[in-house]
C-alpha cells in the first residue's frame, strides 16, 4: 500500500521507482495508467477502474484495477478520468517550400499537445523532410505523432500546387507511381487542378493494379460513381459525394465534359449551384450504397469548410493559437483571405448554404455504411485551420452533423487504422497495441467536447502530463 501511495504522488512526473515491492522479481513498466475508465471505440462500452500497462512502446495489459502495486517509470493517476485511443487527423498538410520546412515542423508539437498521435499528410512539397521527422520521431528524438503520408500530389499538367506530379498519358501516370513506390508511400493521392478526366481513372486503375491505395479530390468531368467502381479507396471532402448526389449528374458531368475544349471551361464552383438544386434524396441513397460496397471512404472536412465559408465575417484576430502558428505560415493565409474578400454577398450565402447541406449527408453515409474519416485539412494556406485543435473542432461537428459522439471518435481512431491497414497494431485501446493514448477528464461519449479536456497523451509508450504539453506547446510559441 505505501508503495501505491508513493506512486501516486508521482502522478505527473517522469520519474524512475525502482521499488521492488516483493522479493521476486517485480516488473516495471514504462508507463502505469491506473483506475482508469477505459473507452471502448468499438462497442462504446465504458471499462470503470482499469489499470493499463505499457511497456516497450505497447500496451501490456488492460484488468480491473485491484490493490495491487505497480512499478512504473511513470506513474499516471486515471482516477476520474477517461482513456481513449490517441486521436488520428486523416487530412493534413505539409507544405509552403523549403523556407517553411522549420515552421512546418513546429505542427508536430501542436498536433501531439491536442491529442493526435497519428496524422495523415494528404500531399505537399516536403516529402524528403517528412520522411525525415518520421524517422527521427520514431528514432525517440523528439516527440510527435505517426505519419503516413501520399508525399507529392498527382494532377494535371501544369498544376496549382506546387511539387506535384504532372501527368496526362498512361505512361506518365506510370512514371508517377514508379517514383511514388520508390519513396515509399502510403498511398497516392490525386489532386484536381489540372488532371483530365481520363488521367485521373487511369490513374486510379494504374495505382489499383500495384495494391496502391488512392484518394483524392476529382475532376467534374468524371462521376464519383466511375471512380468508385475504378477502385479510388476515398474521397476527400464533400464536393464529389454531392455532385454524385444529384439528380441531373449525369448532364452536369456531360457539360463540365464538353465546356473543357472550349473558351470557357466548366469547373466545380461554376456547376455547384446546379448540383445543389437538382439534389435528390434516391441519387444520394444509390451513391453512399455504391461506396459502401466498394469501401470507398470520405472525409468531410466540415470544420474548413465552415471556416472558410465564415472568413468575411471573422478575423481571427483574437484566436489565442495563432501565438503556435509561425509568422510565415500565418502569411500564407492571405491568398485564402483575399479570395474570401472578393466574394459576392450572394456566392457567401451559397457557401453557408452548402455547409448545410453537406452536413446532413454525414449521417446519412454513416448510416449507409460508408466508412467516415475524420480530416482538419489543416497545414499552411488553410487559414485559421490550427493544427490538432481543428481536428478536435472536427469531431464536435462531426456530432452537430448527427453522429453520435461514439461515431465521431471511431472516425478519428479506428476508422483511421483500418484506412490504413493498421488496425490490427494500432487504432484501440488493447494489449499488444501501440501505446498511442489520451486520457481525458471528462467523458467524450456524453460530451464530444471533452476530448479538449486532456490530461496526459501517451505516444509512442511515453506518457506527457498536462504540464508536460504545456512545456512543449512553449517550445514552439512564437517570440
Ligand atoms: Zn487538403
Redesign the pocket.
Known sequence: MKLRLLLFGLSTAALLTNCARRPTKLKIYDVVINHVTVVDVESGQLRPNQVVTVSRGKIVEIEPADQDSYAAKQYVNGNGRYLIPGLWDM?V?FRGGDSLIAANKKSLTLFLAHGITTVRD?GGDLTPSVFRWRQEMDAGLYAGPRIFTSGPKIDGPGAYWPGSLEVETPAQISKALDSLQRLRVDYVKIYDSRISGAAYLETIRQAQRRGLKTTGHMPYSVTLGEAVKRGLDAT?HLYYVFKACSGKEDSLTALVRNSLGTSKPLGLFAVLPAVYDTYSPAAAARIFKLMAKHHTAAVPTLYIQKTLAELPENDHAQDTLRAYIDPKIQATYARRLASARQLSPAASAFGQKLNTKFMSLVPQMQAAGVMLLAGS?S?PF?SFIYPGASLQEELIMLVQAGLTPLQALQAATISGAKFMGVASRTGTIAPGKYADLVLLTGNPLEDIANIKKIDAVISRGKAYPAASLANLMRAVRNR
Open positions: 487530412h498538410h494528404a476527400e485539412d497545414g488553410n
